[in-house]
């Protein structure tokens, strides 16, 4: 486990290449002194990608869009994406919806195709007891054929677009830490076991920390000269790996 501290563009470089990168950046949208737009480190960071690897990006549907050439000009094409839906959200205007959610984009690079990307397809086990009729789907939706089976209750079936887990306030050491267990589950899908994850906007190492839960390698970077070390902390104070394995 590695968390540096500085900026990403200079030092998360060297550090590749990746087969999972998150990236957290700031979505320029409040007053934090942090919270300004962080220019070039998309190509820095499409660079940095193993072949078979992708690139999860944190952001509100404002910060992507206003974005979106970047990603076309650093040679990545979207995935997919996931709704984080939390328990209680942020008041941003009194005159709009509270807004509880946020989104978690993942990109590929246009050079590979999506089934050499790396993906664990995410399932749970709460599938209901039924007959299931499945036309056959055109190739680039996955080759998916016909078949008709029984689906039993409890069985897997794929996991949904919105995902709901609390937020950390109350108990966070970063003003916006991310849930471990959302980012588990998308280190789990997007990393291969004993893979290596570039989490370019560490914060709190919150990434870090459901990286050695799943029993994956993790550079962290945190240009923030007070967090960092606080981040370094958290992370020391897990189990390190099994004798034998990279650190
Ligand atoms: C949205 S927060 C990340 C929170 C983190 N995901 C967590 O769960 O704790 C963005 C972080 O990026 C850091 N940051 C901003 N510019 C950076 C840069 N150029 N290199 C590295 N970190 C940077 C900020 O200091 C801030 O802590």
Known sequence: MI???????LLMPDHGPFDLIIADPPYGETSLVWDR???????????????????????SLRSFMATAPDFRAA???HAQEIVWEKQNG???????????HELLVQF???????????????KTDDARGRVVRRKKRPFHSGNIGSAVYHSLDGGP?????????RNTHGRAIHPTEKPVALLDMIIRVSCPPNGVIGDWFAGSGAAGVAARLAGRHYVGCEIDAEMAPRARDRLASLLPFPAG???
């Open 90 to 100: 942020s008041i941003f205007h009194a005159d709009r919806f509270r807004r509880v």
């Open 75 to 77: 040679g990545l094409r």
């Open 3 to 9: 968390l540096l501290c500085g900026d990403c563009r």
């Open 37 to 59: 737009h962080v220019r070039g480190w998309l190509p820095l960071a499409a660079k940095a990608l193993k072949p078979h690897g992708s690139l999860w990006v944190f952001g």
């Open 108 to 122: 590929y690079p246009a050079t590979t195709r999506w089934r050499n990307i790396y993906n664990a397809v995410a």
């Open 157 to 165: 079936r794929l996991a949904r677009s919105v995902q709901c887990f």
């Open 245 to 247: 394995e990279r650190a």
